[in-house]
């Protein structure tokens, strides 16, 4: 891999599920490696406020936040998409419930 953009992608992962537990009483955050079939997946789960329905297939787009002006730019998923997906041809994915939190799954081709 190209290790500078996957710190970017752990990074920007990392400081969602932040932002993601930040209202809530025992936040978690939990980050794991597997190897998986034909890679190796890196998980970022939150317990956190998990992705409303209305807005799971617009997380990716350039630009889209539901952050306050100033502490988001809307830029880290779909800046994670682009590294992950195009640079490295694996896979970004999302499993999430509202009020319950977010797992956010890397999967990376060897
Ligand atoms: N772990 C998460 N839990 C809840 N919502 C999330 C999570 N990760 C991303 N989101 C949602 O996706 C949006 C886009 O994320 P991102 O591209 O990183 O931009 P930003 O963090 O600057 O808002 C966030 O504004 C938020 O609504
Ligand atoms: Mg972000």
Not at 9 to 29: C, E, P
Not at 35 to 42: C, L, N, P, Y
């Amino acid at each position: 891999v190209i290790p500078p953009e996957i710190h970017r992608v752990l990074t920007g992962l990392v400081g969602n599920a932040l932002d993601a537990v930040a209202s809530v009483d025992q936040g978690l955050i939990w980050i794991s490696t597997a190897s998986a079939a034909g890679g190796a997946e890196i998980l970022v789960r939150d317990n956190g406020s998990g992705i409303p329905e209305e807005i799971r297939e617009r997380v990716f787009e350039p630009f889209f936040t539901t952050k306050p002006t100033g502490s988001g730019t809307g830029l880290g998923l779909s800046l994670a998409y682009d590294i992950v997906v195009k640079a490295h041809g694996g896979g970004l994915t999302f499993e999430t419930a509202e009020g319950a939190g977010t797992t956010f799954r890397v999967f990376l081709p060897t």
